[in-house]
């Protein structure tokens, strides 16, 4: 069974179109998830590399706000990764909070590969993050 996990960050840009670009557009995705990222219906197939691929259904999303998928060749119906913004009022933060599950011993490597991924984020969009 799979175990759920979290991680979160806190986003320097204060600009949440640029930032939902960002997760929510498979053209943003495209800049710093996947290196090809190709989308038909609900359904995106996402390619690393030359060989690697797969594919997720969009299970749910909210404009501005979040965007969730299932991996499509997942055996749990429960498992899914999230890509979440969070707005703070009164600090005028933006919060990136990522959701996933991993097996019980490799939850360190799938946050150490979340962590690879967000670097790629910092390039494309310029945006620091600091873990919160």
């Known amino acids: 069974m ?59 999303s909210r404009e501005g706000e979040y965007v969730r998928f299932r991996w499509n060749d997942e055996q749990d119906d429960k498992t899914f990764f999230e890509l979440r913004l969070l707005y703070n009022e009164l600090t005028d933060d933006f919060h990136l909070r990522i959701v996933d599950f991993a097996e019980e011993g490799e939850v360190k490597d799938m946050i150490d590969l979340w962590n690879s991924q967000l670097e790629n984020f910092t390039r494309a969009y310029g945006i620091y993050l600091t873990l919160s």
């Open 2 to 60: 799979k175990q759920k996990f979290q991680i979160e960050f806190l986003l320097s840009s204060s600009s949440g179109y640029i930032l939902w670009n960002a997760i929510g557009t498979a053209s943003g995705l495209q800049r710093w998830f996947a290196d090809e990222i190709h989308v038909k219906g609900h359904t995106y197939t996402f390619r690393w590399g030359k060989i690697e691929e797969r594919s997720a259904t969009l299970c749910k």
